[in-house]
């Protein structure tokens, strides 16, 4: 999954919220827009764990599987990414 040394090589980043005083006025993302570079080096982080946080009842809320999400968003697998997501509605 991912880049097997990516959570060490790679810091957390993440987008900046938008101006609180912009997302009063309407019910668009609290995120500015993303940055795909960003989303394919954030992605590569994932650790592939044995038994990952992110899928455990309190990791993805809406229980998607991070870490295959993960490795297609590092490969820029975009269209299998989102059918991915698309399968836990």
């Given at each position: ?22 997302r ?6 609290i ?11 954030q ?47």
């Amino acid at each position: 999954m991912g880049k097997v040394t990516g959570f060490k090589e790679f810091n957390r980043e993440v987008e900046p919220y938008r101006s609180p005083k912009k997302r009063v006025l309407d019910f668009k993302e609290i995120y500015t827009d993303h940055d795909e570079s960003l989303l394919n080096t954030q992605a590569s982080r994932c650790m592939n764990c044995g038994v990952p946080f992110c899928q455990s009842g309190e990791g993805c809320p809406v229980y998607n599987l991070i870490p295959e999400w993960n490795d297609l968003v590092y490969n820029e697998k975009w269209e299998e990414a989102f059918a991915r997501l698309l399968k836990n509605q």
